[in-house]
Nanobody, 126 residues
Framework: QVQLVESGGGSVQAGGSLRLSCTAS???????????MAWFRRAPGKEREFVAT???????YVADSVKGRFAISRDNAKNTVYLEMNNLKPEDTAVYYC?????????????????WGQGTQVTVSS
């Protein structure tokens, strides 16, 4: 069983930046590199939606809605995946979740992921 803990959320003004972190523990953490990792978000009144995923060190896919503003990266030695968010907009306001999957392909569906964090709130004011 893998536990994922997100951190780094907060409140910022539009145009600001935040860096989210997700640290994994438990299970076969030494094999974090074997997992595909992703960030999802859920805005008030909306379904959880895909934000970005990373498989290995170079298979990265980012949702069109955040492309050019958000970047995902990972540090397997620290068992941590990051989401760098720049030029934040009010519509980015959501709870952001970290997730892990064994799926080998680039996975963007909620159902592809088996481990989830509790989420961290990001609020962007205009």
């Amino acid at each position: 069983q893998v536990q994922l803990v997100e951190s780094g959320g907060g409140s910022v003004q539009a145009g600001g930046s935040l860096r989210l972190s997700c640290t994994a523990s438990g299970g076969r953490v030494s094999s974090l590199s074997s997992y595909g990792m992703a960030w999802f978000r859920r805005a008030p009144g909306k379904e959880r939606e895909f934000v970005a995923t990373i498989r290995g060190s170079d298979r990265i896919y980012v949702a069109d809605s955040v492309k050019g503003r958000f970047a995902i990266s990972r540090d397997n030695a620290k068992n941590t995946v990051y989401l760098e968010m720049n030029n934040l907009k009010p519509e980015d306001t959501a709870v952001y979740y970290c997730a892990a999957t064994y799926v080998l392909r680039v996975a963007t569906r909620v159902s592809d992921y088996i481990y989830w964090g509790q989420g961290t709130q990001v609020t962007v004011s205009s």
